[in-house]
């Protein structure tokens, strides 16, 4: 399965089962994928990664981060100034889609994911679409 083929892909997503749900979805449909669980460590991680495809950044971090703290400082490294940035959240999708878009966000999908339609929608997203999903509340 080659949709994602060498895609790279950085997660941040502090929920270890969560996290390899992601990366199962992604990796079988040929992604390379990288993450960070806790956040804390997510500037310094992404310094040294070039080339990235997406990153799918989960909105409630641990230890009192979030997502939207974290986009800013992201969009302020260089080799990440214009990667698209995905939030994956269990968040209220009614609060956090309006924020997510205000801030740049290049979509929204609502957890839990559907493992079907996912790599679809990061593929949609790498190649310059935007996917906003709020899961069974609607699209």
């Not at 994928?33 to 989960?58: A, H, P, Q």
């Not at 079907?116 to 949609?124: C, E, G, I, R, S």
């Not at 935007?130 to 899961?135: K, Y």
Request: with cysteine.
């Amino acid at each position: 399965m080659t949709l994602l083929l060498n895609k790279r892909i950085f997660i941040v997503e502090d929920n270890m089962q969560n996290r390899v749900i992601f990366q199962i979805a992604l990796v079988r449909y040929g992604a390379i994928v990288d993450f960070e669980r806790m956040g804390r460590d997510t500037i310094y991680r992404l310094r040294g990664k070039d080339n990235l495809d997406l990153i799918i950044l989960d909105l409630m971090l641990a230890e009192g981060l979030s997502g939207f703290d974290l986009v800013e400082q992201i969009r302020a490294l260089p080799n990440c100034a214009t990667v698209p940035i995905l939030a994956v959240s269990a968040m209220d999708a009614a609060v956090a889609m309006p924020k997510a878009r205000a801030m740049g966000f290049a979509g929204f999908i609502a957890k839990p994911i559907d493992n079907y339609d996912f790599p679809k929608q990061v593929l949609a997203v790498i190649n310059g679409e935007q996917v906003w999903h709020a899961g069974d509340m609607g699209s």
